[in-house]
């Protein structure tokens, strides 16, 4: 992915906030609060209220991607590097892969009650599906001709992943991580409706049943802001961990 300047993401921004500055002007009405409204009611709420909501959901987010990654990468290489391996599990994840997650959010309330266990296990399964088949793709297309000079020279499995396997299946995981994120995201936000007090979802549909439109959209600022800042951080990892995918 090319990289994309701070300018560019300011016209972004602008653009965006000029689109929303026009719909309210045109439409007046008080479901769609001026832009400048809204940021100046973030920023009286943010430090007190809406930090502790954003801090949760990130804390939730970052849980379940990490839990994704030490499940999802080990499964995805022994799945691509092993051809048995892969016989054994590939029915059970094609099986799976294709139910929506969010339509286990009733049966990991009833298994693991409606605390930060049932969030966190739907996040992961956003998450560690897309992994495993990306990995093992990768991983499945290097041609085996790669691995002989390091076989050749004794090397062990765990050399192997760490100086073929890695470098060859980088690009594609970040990849898989960052199209599941935006779903992660979403679902994180249906997930915060039930039995917490705490998280971005919960504020945004919190304020709506109170019919306080600024804190809803304050909410909505913040949940993109925080999927924006996601964004950036896996394009920054992406450009220094896979810095051959970018030279010119």
């Known amino acids: 992915m090319g990289k994309i300047s701070l300018r560019m993401f300011a016209l972004g921004i602008l653009l965006c906030l000029a689109l929303w500055w026009s719909m309210a002007q045109l439409l007046q009405m008080p479901v769609i609060p001026s832009p400048v409204q809204v940021l100046l009611r973030l920023a009286?709420?943010?430090?007190d209220t809406i930090a502790i909501h954003a801090g949760y959901s990130l804390m939730r987010i970052m849980l379940g991607l990490l839990a994704a990654v030490a499940v999802g990468y080990p499964l995805g290489v022994?799945?691509?590097?092993?051809?048995?391996?892969?016989?054994?599990?590939?029915p059970i994840l094609y099986l799976t892969y294709p139910v929506p997650k969010i339509a286990l959010l009733p049966v990991a309330?009833?298994?693991?009650g409606v605390g930060e266990t049932s969030k966190l296990l739907l996040v992961f399964l956003i998450i560690v599906f897309q992994v495993v088949v990306a990995v093992r793709d990768a991983v499945a297309a290097i041609p085996p001709e790669t691995y002989a000079p390091l076989r050749v020279l004794g090397a062990s499995f765990p050399q192997i992943v760490r100086h073929i396997i890695v470098p060859a299946s980088l690009p594609k995981f970040i990849t898989a991580v960052r199209v599941a994120m935006a779903t992660a995201i979403s679902v994180l936000f249906f997930t915060e409706?039930?039995?917490?007090?705490y998280g971005i979802g919960y504020?945004?549909?919190?304020?709506?049943?109170?019919?306080?439109y600024l804190d809803m959209y304050a909410g909505i600022v913040v949940l993109s802001t925080m999927?924006?800042?996601?964004?950036?951080l896996l394009d920054w990892a992406e450009r220094r961990m896979c810095a051959w995918n970018h030279t010119v």
């Open 109 to 112: 309330m009833l298994l693991f």
């Open 203 to 212: 504020y945004i549909m919190d304020a709506w049943l109170r019919v306080n």
């Open 78 to 90: 022994v799945m691509g590097y092993f051809p048995r391996a892969n016989r054994l599990f590939a």
């Open 193 to 197: 409706t039930f039995g917490t007090q």
């Open 227 to 232: 999927g924006l800042l996601l964004f950036i």
């Open 44 to 47: 009286a709420k943010f430090p």
